[in-house]
């Protein structure tokens, strides 16, 4: 045989144990039962939500509330900090954005 003919033979047996040998296995059951779509998780009527462990909100330099981000009332000098910490300075909730207490 010829180099041409041996690398031919080559690639034959190669492509025959690459593909061949899943076409030629029987088809397995798949050893995981078919799943259906996880429930969706409500909460309980009358329940109320779980609450934020400890949000962030802002306050101003110069004011006494402490706002939910966006609100009408702070100023440029906004920043922000974790509501513990908000109320451990004695800022108090802000009446119109109304954030969490």
């Known amino acids: 045989m010829n180099r041409a003919s041996l690398l031919f033979v080559f690639i034959a047996v190669l492509f025959l144990l690459a593909f061949g040998a899943a076409a030629a296995a029987p088809a397995r059951p798949n050893p995981l ?3 259906a779509a996880a429930p969706a998780i409500h ?3 009358g329940e109320a939500p779980a609450p934020q462990v400890d949000p962030i909100v802002y306050i ?5 509330k402490y706002h939910r981000k966006g609100c ?3 100023r440029a000098s906004a920043y922000a900090v974790k509501l513990s910490e908000a109320k451990a300075r004695g ?4 009446l119109h954005c109304k954030p969490p207490q």
């Open 43 to 45: 909460a309980v009527e």
């Open 60 to 64: 101003t330099s110069t004011g006494t």
């Open 33 to 35: 039962p078919a799943m």
């Open 72 to 74: 009408q009332h702070l």
């Open 91 to 94: 800022y108090t909730p802000c």
